[in-house]
Structures are given as structure tokens and as C-alpha cells.
């Protein structure tokens, strides 16, 4: 079974009812919504569509909605694109209207972007394809030198290399975005240009002010960012490496080790991490990845993320379907070699919570004995979160009540839901049912070793206090 979870983002190539199918059924964990394109109602159309689909062939699939957050871009051009020669003059300028640009001068979205940067700063357009060099600011105006030109078209995005920019991760149109994901019921919401704890802390409030219960992702692609990383992990559930902006404003040469650092980091502090951008970006057009592109999903995958995601290959590209199903063998691929054998045992560490401590000595446990499989009976899914950042080859079950729950471990790295009342009367009862349920899914076999974990205040989030070692029987 895949332990690595796979996000496919929505678009235009997946509103086809029937491509929503396959692509679930070729292994899609969990669907992201991008809010930079595209306007609610579409966005909630899909919502409705994936989870109609989901019920139908008895999946859960969480959905993740991804906040635009302060894109900073240029305005349009006259005639576009503009070809900026190396070398030339060029300014950025606040004041100009939306569809001036010209090839000496672009308008700019952001008001404070001269307020941000000063003499002798670079500043990277279009994902970094070209740099400009700052020689002075006048007012609106920042006066630019082109360093690395090429052809520049409407609405690129603006960074500047090491970060600083002002512009608050959470704008109007998110704060609106955050009200509609609460009403739909959404699992997770990612939080774009993270700067600080307290931008996360502000999007887990919005969303409770709404109503809403999902989880937060932080998307690490700030230099501030980094810089505040363990901070960011434990005010988030999730975070996620955005490689495009963070590899433009820290970066290329440093950006695969930064990924294994963010990867770790997170495990280490039990936080869920995505790994995210041009993951098969050939796969647009291509039915074939490139060799780089394996090695790359594969990679992170034995770094121990927990998700990879892809973007434009399933949201616009020509094969999403074979996208997610290319993904998917690579990933089982890279899970047949087991470089570290054991991580994160934490024999000298305390532990902050009851159910923490059970399923470290339920991963322990049944790494040192032949257990086929370990069944957490979880309201909140806390438990499986636990057992899930120890790496294991043994499939955890997590069997809850609760359809949110069921969908948000959807995207825990060897976590599988199951639909299970857990608040049945007897032990044996309980027992009998689950095993009933992992012969009919064909999860089990009569004579396996299970362990489980429940709690006796049934029905209580976090309540997991108990871990009991059973072998399965047919009657």
C-alpha cells in the first residue's frame, strides 16, 4: 500500500465528471482548490463535485483550499509580452494604470514596493527568469537596471531576493476567501507568504470566527519564513514547500537541502508536511516524466513528507489522470527502499500528552514484533497523527465516527480511514466488529497480529489511553 499521500489540484482539466472519477481512482488523497484563479462559485462547483464522487466510490478525500495571499505583481502592457534587453533601463512604478506598460516602464499592484527596497537590492520577476537591479527609488519609482532579461508579459509576480517585503500575508480577498471555505465545510487551508507565527495564528482565528473547522497549512516560500521556521511549524498543522517563491527569494542552489530541512523539522515536531511545484512539471503536455522528475517526487518521498502535490499537471494540464497515476508508482517505488530503518524513537523524550505516549509505544512495539497492522480507534484522529511520524512499513487504520476526521487523515503519511462507530458497548463486541471490517476490506487475514489503540471514555477527543495486541479471527 502507498504510505505517501498525493494532492491534485483542480481546474479546468478535472470538471469532467468522469476525469474527477479517474482521478480519484487512480489515487488521489487529497484535491486542492487554488483561490488565485478562477472565481467562488466555480471553486465551490468542484468542491461539491469531488465530494459527490468521493461518496460514491466510498473514498474519503479531503479538500484543501489554497489562499492567494499577497501576489506581488506587475500591472499589463500595451502590447505584450515586452522584451527587456540586459542592460537597459527599466522602472517599476506604482502610479502607472493597468494597461500602460510599456518596454521602459510597468505599473506595479503592490503601493509599498518602493518602501521595500532600496539601492543596490535585486529583484526577481517571473519566477526568477528575470533580475532586476535596483539604482535608485524617486517617490513610486524604482529605477531599475536589467540584469537577466528576456520576455516579460502581464502580471508576472515580483520578489525580492532575501526576502523583506511588507506586504501582509492575509489581504481582503483571503479574509473573504477564509469566510467561504468555513461555510463549505473545507479540511485545510493553506496560508500563502507566511511570515510569522502570528500570520497563522490570524487565518486559525478568521476561520473560527466563520464557524470553521479545518486545519491550517503554512506555505513556507517567504525568506522571513524560514528564518522563523520552527515557530511557523507548531502554530500550523501542516506546512508545505512552496519551492517556486522560496527558491526565487533564498535561492536555487540551496533549495534541496532547505526542503529536507523543512521536511524534518516538521516530523520532528509532529506536523503533517507537503511537498509542492513542478513536481512533473513536463507532465502538462507529456505522458512521460523526465528522469529529473522521478528522482525528484522520489526523493521526497524517502525524506518522509507526507504528501507531494501537483498543480498545473492535473489542474490544466492534458493528462491529469496518468499525472496522478505516474505519481503514485514513483512514490511506491521510492517506499520499497528503506534508507532509514528507524527514526524519531525519542527514548530520551517526554511526552506532553497521554495519547502521545501511546503511540509511541504502539510504533515501538510493533517494529519490534511482526504485527501486520495497527488500528487506532480516534475521534479526532490525534493518535494516528502520532503513530504516522514514526516511520514504519505497518499500515495504520484510523477508524472514526466523524466523516472530517476521516477525510483530514487522508493526508497522513501511512494513515488509511475507515468508517467505524467506535462507541460500541463491550470489548468483545468492539473487537468482533473490527475484525469483521478489516477481513471484508480484505485488510486482514485470520491469524494476523493487530495492535489497537482506544480510549475508555468513549467518544472523547484525545482520550486515547490504552493499547491492547490481538490476533485476528473469523468467528
Same mark, same amino acid.
Given at each position: 500500500?502507498?504510505?505517501?499521500? %498525493?494532492?491534485?489540484?483542480?481546474?479546468?482539466?478535472?470538471?469532467?465528471?468522469?476525469?474527477?472519477? #479517474?482521478?480519484?481512482?487512480?489515487?488521489? @488523497?487529497?484535491?486542492?482548490?487554488?483561490?488565485?484563479?478562477?472565481?467562488?462559485?466555480?471553486?465551490?462547483?468542484? %468542491?461539491?463535485?469531488?465530494?459527490?464522487?468521493?461518496?460514491?466510490?466510498? #473514498?474519503?478525500?479531503?479538500?484543501?483550499?489554497?489562499?492567494?495571499?499577497?501576489?506581488?505583481?506587475?500591472? $499589463?502592457?500595451?502590447?505584450?509580452?515586452?522584451?527587456?534587453?540586459?542592460?537597459?533601463?527599466?522602472?517599476?512604478?506604482?502610479?502607472?494604470?493597468?494597461?500602460?506598460?510599456?518596454?521602459?516602464?510597468?505599473?506595479?499592484?503592490?503601493?509599498?514596493?518602493?518602501?521595500?527596497?532600496?539601492?543596490?537590492?535585486?529583484?526577481?520577476?517571473?519566477?526568477?527568469?528575470?533580475?532586476?537591479?535596483?539604482?535608485?527609488?524617486?517617490?513610486?519609482?524604482?529605477?531599475?537596471?536589467?540584469?537577466?532579461?528576456?520576455?516579460?508579459?502581464?502580471?508576472?509576480?515580483?520578489?525580492?531576493?532575501?526576502?523583506?517585503?511588507?506586504?501582509?500575508?492575509?489581504?481582503?480577498?483571503?479574509?473573504?476567501?477564509?469566510?467561504?471555505?468555513?461555510?463549505?465545510?473545507? @479540511?485545510?487551508?493553506?496560508?500563502?507568504?507566511?511570515?510569522?507565527?502570528?500570520?497563522?495564528?490570524?487565518?486559525?482565528?478568521?476561520?473560527?470566527?466563520?464557524?470553521?473547522?479545518?486545519?491550517?497549512?503554512?506555505?513556507?516560500?517567504?525568506s522571513e519564513a524560514v528564518q522563523n521556521l520552527e515557530a511557523?511549524? @507548531?502554530?500550523?498543522?501542516?506546512?508545505?514547500?512552496? #519551492?517556486?517563491?522560496?527558491?526565487?527569494?533564498?535561492?536555487?542552489?540551496?533549495?534541496?537541502?532547505?526542503?529536507?530541512?523543512?521536511?524534518?523539522?516538521?516530523?520532528?515536531?509532529?506536523?503533517?508536511?507537503?511537498?509542492?511545484?513542478?513536481?512533473?512539471?513536463?507532465?502538462?503536455?507529456?505522458?512521460?516524466?523526465?528522469?529529473?522528475?522521478?528522482?525528484?517526487?522520489?526523493?521526497?518521498?524517502?525524506?518522509?513528507?507526507?504528501?507531494?502535490?501537483?498543480?498545473?499537471?492535473?489542474?490544466?494540464?492534458?493528462?491529469?489522470?496518468?499525472?496522478?497515476?505516474?505519481?503514485?508508482?514513483?512514490?511506491?517505488?521510492?517506499?520499497?527502499?528503506?534508507?532509514?530503518?528507524?527514526?524519531?524513537? #525519542?527514548?530520551?523524550?517526554?511526552?506532553?500528552?497521554?495519547?502521545?505516549?501511546?503511540?509511541?509505544?504502539?510504533?515501538?512495539?510493533?517494529?519490534?514484533? @511482526?504485527?501486520?497492522?495497527?488500528?487506532?480507534?480516534?475521534?479526532?484522529?490525534?493518535?494516528?497523527?502520532?503513530?504516522?511520524?514514526?516511520?514504519?512499513?505497518?499500515?495504520?487504520?484510523?477508524?472514526?465516527?466523524?466523516?472530517?476526521?476521516?477525510? $483530514?487523515?487522508?493526508?497522513?503519511?501511512?494513515?488509511?480511514?475507515?468508517?467505524?462507530?467506535?462507541?460500541?458497548?463491550?470489548?468483545?463486541?468492539?473487537? $468482533?466488529?473490527?475484525?469483521?471490517?478489516?477481513?471484508?476490506?480484505?485488510?486482514?487475514?485470520?491469524?494476523?497480529?493487530?495492535?489497537?489503540?482506544?480510549?475508555?471514555?468513549?467518544?472523547?477527543?484525545?482520550?486515547?489511553?490504552?493499547?491492547?495486541?490481538?490476533?485476528?479471527?473469523?468467528?
Open positions: 500500500m502507498r504510505r505517501t499521500k %498525493i494532492i491534485a489540484t483542480l481546474g479546468p482539466a478535472t470538471d469532467d465528471p468522469k476525469v474527477m472519477q #479517474r482521478l480519484l481512482e487512480a489515487g488521489t @488523497d487529497t484535491v486542492r482548490v487554488n483561490f488565485s484563479h478562477g472565481d467562488w462559485n466555480e471553486q465551490e462547483r468542484r %468542491i461539491k463535485s469531488v465530494r459527490k464522487t468521493a461518496a460514491k466510490l466510498g #473514498r474519503y478525500v479531503a479538500v484543501l483550499g489554497d489562499l492567494q495571499g499577497p501576489k506581488i505583481r506587475i500591472r $499589463r502592457f500595451k502590447e505584450s509580452p515586452a522584451v527587456l534587453e540586459e542592460g537597459q533601463a527599466f522602472i517599476l512604478d506604482s502610479t502607472m494604470g493597468g494597461d500602460e506598460g510599456t518596454v521602459e516602464a510597468v505599473g506595479v499592484a503592490y503601493e509599498g514596493l518602493a518602501g521595500d527596497v532600496e539601492k543596490g537590492d535585486t529583484l526577481l520577476l517571473d519566477d526568477g527568469h528575470l533580475n532586476l537591479l535596483v539604482e535608485d527609488v524617486q517617490g513610486p519609482r524604482i529605477i531599475c537596471r536589467v540584469i537577466v532579461g528576456g520576455e516579460l508579459s502581464d502580471r508576472k509576480g515580483i520578489n525580492r531576493h532575501g526576502g523583506g517585503l511588507s506586504a501582509p500575508a492575509l489581504m481582503d480577498k483571503d479574509r473573504d476567501d477564509i469566510r467561504l471555505a468555513a461555510e463549505a465545510d473545507i @479540511d485545510w487551508i493553506a496560508v500563502s507568504f507566511v511570515r510569522n507565527p502570528e500570520d497563522v495564528n490570524e487565518a486559525r482565528q478568521l476561520l473560527r470566527d466563520a464557524g470553521g473547522a479545518g486545519h491550517i497549512v503554512a506555505k513556507i516560500e517567504r511557523i511549524i @507548531d502554530a500550523s498543522d501542516a506546512v508545505m514547500v512552496a #519551492r517556486g517563491d522560496l527558491g526565487v527569494e533564498t535561492g536555487y542552489a540551496g533549495l534541496t537541502g532547505l526542503q529536507k530541512k523543512i521536511i524534518r523539522t516538521a516530523r520532528h515536531r509532529h506536523k503533517i508536511s507537503i511537498t509542492a511545484t513542478q513536481m512533473m512539471e513536463s507532465m502538462i503536455h507529456s505522458q512521460v516524466p523526465t528522469r529529473a522528475e522521478v528522482s525528484d517526487v522520489a526523493n521526497a518521498v524517502m525524506d518522509g513528507t507526507d504528501a507531494v502535490m501537483l498543480s498545473a499537471e492535473t489542474a490544466v494540464g492534458e493528462h491529469p489522470v496518468r499525472a496522478v497515476e505516474t505519481m503514485a508508482e514513483v512514490c511506491q517505488g521510492a517506499e520499497a527502499y528503506r534508507l532509514i530503518s528507524s527514526t524519531l524513537r #525519542r527514548h530520551n523524550a517526554h511526552f506532553e500528552y497521554v495519547d502521545q505516549a501511546i503511540a509511541m509505544a504502539v510504533m515501538y512495539t510493533a517494529n519490534h514484533l @511482526d504485527v501486520h497492522s495497527i488500528i487506532a480507534l480516534t475521534e479526532s484522529g490525534s493518535t494516528a497523527l502520532w503513530m504516522s511520524r514514526i516511520r514504519s512499513d505497518i499500515p495504520i487504520y484510523a477508524f472514526s465516527r466523524h466523516e472530517a476526521t476521516l477525510r $483530514r487523515v487522508s493526508l497522513y503519511r501511512g494513515v488509511y480511514p475507515v468508517l467505524f462507530d467506535v462507541t460500541h458497548g463491550s470489548s468483545d463486541s468492539l473487537y $468482533r466488529d473490527i475484525f469483521d471490517r478489516l477481513l471484508s476490506l480484505g485488510q486482514a487475514e485470520e491469524g494476523d497480529l493487530l495492535i489497537f489503540t482506544k480510549g475508555d471514555m468513549k467518544g472523547v477527543a484525545g482520550g486515547t489511553n490504552a493499547m491492547t495486541i490481538l490476533r485476528v479471527t473469523s468467528q
